[in-house]
Every structure is written in C-alpha cells, then in structure tokens.
C-alpha cells in the first residue's frame, strides 16, 4: 500500500451463514476511502435461487468474482476452491484476505492467501466446540493458525485462541456481524407474511432446524432426535424449514415417503425459507430447536428460547446470558428442557457484550488503523 492508494480487500463468502457475516462488512468498508473492497463468491452454496434472494434481501452487492465451485466432499470442495482462488490473489494482489465463519471456503482461501504472503483476517474467530468430529471445527482451528487480524466475537474467543498461542495484539474483540445484520433488517422483516402463510400464531408455535452431518446422517441418531420432536408437535405446533440434504436422507430413512411430503407426525416441513422469512419466524415463535450455531446467536438478540440438539456449543456466551440450553440428542433431555421452557411464567436472558450492530464498523477501524500503520513504517 502506497501513498494516494487504497487498501485492498478480498471478501470472500461460500456459503448462506457467510451471507450475512459478510453484508455489514462489505457496507462499513465500502464507507471508508482508505479500503477497495472486492467481493469473491466461491459457489459453495450452489442454490442460485436462495443465493440470489439472499444478496438481495441483505443488499449484498454482486459479486466481483464468482469462482462456481458448486458441491463435493470436503477434499475435492476445499481443493477446488484454492485452485480457482489462487488465480484471483495474484490478479488483485490484496492487501488482506478477509474470510468469515467455519465453512470450507474459510480455510480454503485463507491457505491461499497465507502461501503468497497475504495477510488474512478471520471474523468470527476463536469459537471453540471442542468436538473434531464437526469438519466447522477443524477448518476453525486452522484458519484460525494462520490468520494476522483474528477478530473475536464473545469473551470465550480471546481466551481460546490464547491457550492455542496466539499473540495477544493479532486478537480484536470486536462483536458479532450476525447481529449487525440481524438489527439492521429486523424492522423489515416484522412486515414479512410468512406466519400468515403458513397459518400460524405469534409465540404458538416452535420452529426447527437440522442440517448437522451428526444428526441428519446417522439413522439412529436422527429418528431419536425427531421423535422427541415429534412429541413436542403433540402440544406445540414446529414448522421444520427442510434443507434439501436433510429432506433427502429423510426419505432414504423411511421418515419420508416422497421428497414432497410436507407433513410427519404434526411436524409441518416447509421448504427453506429466505432471510426475512426466516427471521420473522424465529422472532415470534415460542421457542426454536435447532443444531445451527447462528441461530443460537440470533435468537440471543431475539430473546427467544433456544434448544440445541448438540452435545457441545463453540458459542457459550449464548448459554451464560441464559439465552440458549444445549440439550444433546436424547429424547428424555430434550423433552424436559421444551417443558420447562414451557411451564416458565417468563423467560429473561440477557445480551452479549458488543453484540450491539456496530461490529463490522470496529473491524473497518481495526484494518484502518494496521494499513495507516504500515503505511506510516514503510515511509
């Protein structure tokens, strides 16, 4: 970076929880005359309609590059991803590589930009579930290893990643750029028809999501898991937003006759739904089960209950501020949290610290601060 020019920064999103981590980000830096930011989409998520309504929905503009990877297993996905980026480094020659969240585009373009000697920025780091089992934990840790700016969403973060070695100045607490988007659209999404639609009532209903390769790929695991679902469906109606792999195994299960089914026991399954759909359902429903990360942190903002069919969180503030239970798979566990939050003549939680709508602003300061640094010791 020379006098008279602007720091260059490669975004890049991969999949639909990149999409809104990288919304704010790509606002606060287009803001800043000091950055030129581009933004790189891998393809991971090769959804081309949910996609497009995310960016649109979160006024994501176009992509400067889209490296089309599409799906694969993890090797040959990760492989491809750093074989289509490498050209893209060396064509913008990027001051920082920016990457956000867990998915294999994360890691995948941080070895990039580590190899040609690019500093690489990691938002959303220093989550820990300590479970090696979940490929979002390995790509974690070692994106996590090689990044210069590791910006920390939760207190948990910083100690983390001082345990594993990190130098203290790479560390930035900084917030969480989920909630930057979450307040920024949720007046907005208050006027979406969705419960309309589907028929539903304001805090009379539960809403569900499952997508974890622990719970929807293990027969077993998952007929436990949606059995106890399904008895929550006897006194609460749950809406199950279905993504396309888990509708799969569901019918490869016997769970499902037909991929069009749209109802099992009481459960109604409804096809994936846009943000804006989504975050209305999830702010007036009674309570929501799921296996997602992001959600425990949206329903956090939201003061929702929140039910985690997981045995581990990497997000335990969500579970100190009293927010979010982490009720594993077992049936009789899960059904004794969903009556308690039941029977609970009120439910209070509190808010995280700097979860507050202003962490991508503090990560513009940050890279503003290094590149006038450097700027400063170069000259």
């Not at 893209?88 to 373009?109: H, I, K």
């Not at 009556?339 to 962490?359: L, Q, S």
Request: aromatic share 6%; net charge negative; proline share 6%.
């Amino acid at each position: 970076m020379t006098e008279g020019t602007r720091a260059t920064i490669l975004n890049v999103v991969g999949a639909r929880p990149n999409f809104m981590k990288i919304a704010p980000l790509m606002r606060a830096f287009r803001k800043r005359p000091e950055f030129q930011p581009v933004l790189v989409h891998t393809g991971q998520h090769y959804d081309e309609r949910m996609s497009r309504l995310f960016f649109e929905q979160l006024s994501i503009p176009r992509p400067d590059v889209n490296l089309e990877v599409g799906s694969a297993s993890h090797a040959v996905q990760t492989a491809e991803i750093m074989k289509r980026f490498e050209p893209v480094v060396e064509q913008y020659r990027p001051d920082v590589v920016l990457v956000v969240g867990d998915v294999n585009s994360t890691v995948a373009c941080a070895l990039v930009a580590v190899k040609l000697g690019v500093k690489v920025a990691h938002v959303e780091a220093g989550l820990r579930s300590f479970d090696r089992t979940m490929p979002e934990e390995i790509n974690r840790l070692l994106t996590d290893a090689i990044s210069d700016f590791l910006f920390v969403t939760e207190p948990s973060g910083i100690r983390n990643l001082k345990h594993e070695g990190i130098p203290e100045e790479k560390i930035f607490f900084v917030g969480n750029v989920m909630i930057d988007t979450l307040l920024a659209n949720l007046e907005q999404a208050r006027s979406s028809p969705i419960l309309e639609t589907l028929g539903l009532e304001a805090r009379a209903y539960a809403a569900l999501t499952l997508h974890r390769p622990g719970n929807v790929d293990d027969r077993d695991v998952f007929l436990r898991v949606f059995g106890a679902v399904r008895k929550i469906a006897e006194a609460l109606p749950v809406v199950f937003p279905v993504h396309p792999r888990t509708r799969k195994n569901m019918v490869r299960f016997g769970m499902l006759k037909e991929e069009g089914d749209d109802e099992l026991g009481g459960v109604r399954l409804v096809e994936p739904l846009g943000y804006l759909d989504f975050l209305k359902l999830m702010a007036e429903a009674r309570l929501v089960l799921t296996d997602s990360g992001g959600i425990q942190e949206e329903t956090t903002i939201l003061k929702v209950p929140c039910l985690t069919l997981r045995e581990t969180t990497e997000r335990p503030v969500t579970v100190e501020v009293g927010c979010n239970e982490v009720v594993g798979t077992d049936p009789a566990r899960i059904l004794s949290a969903f009556r308690r939050v039941m029977d609970a003549e009120a439910f209070t939680c509190g808010t995280p610290e700097k979860w507050d709508g202003h962490a991508a602003e503090r990560i513009a300061d940050v890279l503003v601060s290094e590149f006038a640094l450097v700027h400063r010791r170069s000259g």
